[in-house]
């Protein structure tokens, strides 16, 4: 069940922030359309309004001019009247021209409007050619039974259509409001959309990611248990070497050497007692004894370069003293050694541990950095140990290529035991090797067995 | 003499016996390990001990340093197969007066007896030899000037007296000085030389070839 977890990722990612960027943009070019078509609504509404209200105002405006005029004694002053008039007439002619346009809904009604207010005005015509005599005996009645009815069914119609326009108004904002509930229901089901799909990539997402999570917390896990055995198994071989060093160098001392011992008795023997006149023999066993003494030093020193026996006969300082010595003296170098507490109750562990650290680094001095003179502090400071070498050769880097492997093993011991290995230059050239180990915890066991020494 | 072998190796311990009894001495017991030879030296007495150093149970270093707590101790022959100092101060400091390398038994062995016989120690020529060549290798390479001349020829003769195994009293009663007088002049050489006891007065002794 292999599939691209990153693919499926995008694919729900995108596809989400594809759906939120669409919804958004159509809900809001929605909303823009709505709020357009109420713009339109209102400004149409209130355009109607203003026209019927200015028809209705030039109406009356020009009742009370006709009014006025009747009023007026001054005949010459009757074209200034008649001229006025004329120009509401004109106005009101256009105002029904525009209320034409506006609302072509109620064009009928807007003809007959045109048609009343036609003969609203016919009306006024013949006044101006009235005698002032004629005004003041006629124009009462005239007023009352021309002017003000058909005045009054002028205005009627004008507020008929007004009232239309409102009732238009109502029906188109219901139109609109009810759009604007669809959309919002439409807006609903997408967030919801939006949501539940957000949902379902999260809980993939959540889901997956735990499982990666798991599975490399497994992988880590099984990369830990792999160095820890790893390790574990290099101590093992270490300790095992390390056991089968002691066994051979003992084995080398206990038996092989006893026999060369016993053998070298037995040639002495027969040394004395051959008839003194047999030369051959005499000079066949003392080249038998030179033989026995090479194999003895042999054997001896292939046993302490195993393991030196004081390292367990007497412990630590004396298997440092012994080693540093032997170094000393096989490269012609000055090594010296300081040695600061008690190191005999070690654990065996230990002992081995700094015995083994020392001797590699003293190798490493001696053979790679040119060393030659070397210092060996071994010290412990309250609840550590602290092991230096300190050399004055080449230093460390033309000496590590060698002996990587080397230092590597002292550098597993050490760590086994929970210690720190640390190398570092000289000032003037030269290279120190430190080790730190914590001073382990007494146990009754850890005196020193001095039951075995070579003999 | 009457002698106590204490090897864990009977090839050894045959050798060792065919030796002495050729040369006229008793072997009075033989013992295969170190608690058994501590037994046996209470048991018989013996004048003379030859201890190997690896035993089992009990090394002859320290059946060396428990045997020399009887009323007469013996004398103490030490067999090794090493010529290092380690093996060798811890061994006289015990109260071995002899040390052969195992590879030379053969030829040391009569001559040390004679000597802890007499009361001298004794160490194998194939020891002194190493001992004394390390020593001029470590003064050499460490630049150190020996501190011997330092001595005054009284301290001198106290020195190879108490390295030929004397004891104050005795080199008090050879020199025909008081014991106080011997005992001011170890502890001035011992200083002087940066000795701190008797078995590195006898390893010093050695290295300088002043016995052997």
Known sequence: ?455 | MRVLLADDHSIVRRGLRSLLEEAGHVVVAEAADGLEAVRLSEEHRPDLLILDIGMPKLNGIEVAARTQKLERPPGVIILSMHADESYIIRALAAGARAYLLKSATDEDLLPALRAVASGKPFFSPAVTAVLVEDYVRRLQTRGLTDSFHLLTDREKEVLQLLAEGRSNKEVATQLNVGLSTIETHRANLMQKLGLHNTAEIVLYAVRKGIIA
């Open chain 1, 1 to 455: 069940m292999r599939f691209r977890t990153w693919i499926v990722a995008a694919l729900g990612l995108g596809g989400l922030l594809l759906l939120i960027i669409v919804s958004m943009l159509a809900s809001s070019s929605k909303a823009q359309e709505i709020y357009t078509q109420l713009d339109q609504l209102n400004v149409h509404h209130q355009n109607v309004d203003a026209t019927l209200r200015r028809l209705r105002s030039d109406v009356n405006l020009s009742g009370i001019f006709v009014r006025d005029y009747l009023l007026d004694v001054a005949r010459e002053r009757a074209p200034e009247y008649r001229e006025s008039l004329a120009e509401f007439r004109q106005s009101n002619k256009t105002t029904v021209a525009e209320l034409l346009v506006l609302d072509e809904p109620q064009t009928g009604r807007i003809r007959s409007l045109g048609v009343q207010l036609d003969e609203y005005w016919q009306t006024f015509e013949p006044v101006f050619d009235w005698t002032i005599t004629e005004k003041i005996f006629r124009s009462a009645n005239f007023l009352r039974r021309e002017v003000v009815p058909r005045r009054e069914s002028v205005l009627a119609i004008a507020q008929e259509i007004e009232e239309l326009n409102n009732a238009n108004l109502a029906a188109q904002r219901a139109e609109v409001a009810r759009r604007q509930a669809v959309f919002r229901d439409d807006l609903r089901r997408l967030l919801w959309q939006t949501v539940l799909l957000g949902v379902a990539v999260a809980l993939v997402a959540v889901f997956r990611l735990r499982t990666l999570e798991r599975r490399s917390e497994e992988q880590r896990a099984i990369a830990q248990e792999a160095e820890r055995q790893m390790r574990q198994l290099a101590q093992e071989r270490d300790a095992a070497q390390e056991e089968e060093r002691k066994n051979l160098s003992r084995e080398l001392h206990d038996h092989v050497a006893q026999v060369l011992t016993a053998l070298r008795m037995e040639l002495g023997r027969i040394e004395r007692t051959r008839a003194p006149a047999d030369a051959r023999i005499g000079a066949a066993v003392a080249e038998c004894k030179t033989l026995v003494d090479n194999m003895f030093r042999t054997v001896r020193d292939l046993a302490l370069g195993l393991r030196p026996s004081m390292l367990d006969d007497f412990g630590l300082q004396a298997a440092l003293e012994w080693h540093v010595r032997d170094v000393a003296s096989r490269y012609g170098v000055n090594v010296q050694l300081h040695m600061d507490g008690d190191f005999d109750i070690l654990p065996d562990r230990y002992r081995t541990c700094v015995y083994r650290a020392v001797q590699e680094a003293l190798t490493n001095c001696v053979r790679h950095a040119k060393a030659r003179a070397i210092n060996v502090t071994v010290t412990r400071e309250s609840d550590q140990l602290d092991v230096s070498v300190t050399d004055d050769g080449v230093g460390f880097d033309s000496a590590r290529r060698g002996t990587g492997l080397g230092l590597r093993g002292i550098d597993e011991r050490v760590k086994e035991l929970h210690g720190v290995m640390t190398i570092g230059k000289v000032e003037g050239g030269g290279t120190t090797l430190a080790i730190r180990l914590p001073w382990p915890v007494p146990v009754r066991s850890t005196e020193v067995q001095r039951a075995r020494a070579a003999g």
